[in-house]
């Protein structure tokens, strides 16, 4: 497979599951990101990984839980959700240069989370 | 702070009809924009960036500092383009990269 890809596509839970969100990509890029799309707000930068460091967690609640085991991976963990986390979840990916300044973005599909 | 508007949530045009999407922005360095797609059914894409001075898919946009705005512009419309459309801005002062984006556009193209 090339490109961004995430996975599941669809994920329900009730406010007391555990699940994970993958993303894998296979772009020989060096930074990762996790966005969150509600249906009322911007794109809502989460979390970036840097070389598998994470650099920035904006403000976003513990309930999510970011890991990034090496380059080509990057998961999201989430438990006890609430109803309002319910949003498309999009991963990205970039080659940042030594400067840390990235390239071009590149999407996955997007996994579509409902919280009940 | 960094902030990237598009003031239309929605707009409608007919084909061969010009087009313009809205962009402003607010930040204190040297910005650099861009414009990201989203056709229907498609995952999120680069569509354009301010450096790049290109045209793509017959789409330009110039970069305003004195207005702050970056509105994206096409003479004549095509079906194809009906998409939802997002302005991006990248902040660089912070000790990595990232990148802001608008609450988007979504252009529909009436034939």
């Known amino acids: 497979e090339t490109g961004v890809t995430q996975t599941p596509r669809h994920l329900v839970m009730g406010m007391t599951n555990k699940k994970s969100l993958k993303c894998e990509q296979h772009l020989g890029h060096n930074a990762m990101y996790w966005y969150k799309q509600s249906a009322k707000k911007p794109l809502e930068l989460m979390f970036v990984y840097s070389l598998e460091e994470r650099v920035e967690n904006n403000s976003v609640p513990s309930r999510f839980s970011p890991e990034c085991p090496n380059s080509s991976h990057l998961f999201l963990h989430l438990h006890t959700l609430q109803p309002e986390d319910s949003a498309l979840y999009l991963c990205?990916?970039?080659?940042?240069?030594?400067?840390?300044?990235?390239?071009?973005?590149?999407f996955g599909e997007g996994s579509r989370l409902t919280v009940l | 702070a960094q902030r990237v508007t598009q003031p239309e949530k929605l707009l409608s045009v007919f084909k061969g009809a010009p087009v313009e999407l809205k962009c402003n922005y607010s930040y204190s360095g040297s910005p650099e924009l861009f414009w990201y797609v989203q056709y229907s059914r498609q995952r999120l894409q680069l569509l354009l960036r301010?450096?790049s001075r290109e045209s793509i898919k017959g789409f330009t946009a110039d970069l305003n500092k004195g207005e702050t705005s970056f509105h994206l512009k096409k003479p004549f419309a095509q079906e194809e383009d009906s998409a939802m459309y997002y302005c991006a801005l990248r902040n660089s002062e912070t000790s990595y990269d990232k990148v802001i984006f608008g609450p988007g556009t979504s252009l529909s193209v009436i034939p």
């Open positions: 301010h450096i």
């Open positions: 990205a990916s970039s080659h940042e240069n030594l400067f840390r300044v990235a390239g071009e973005l590149f």
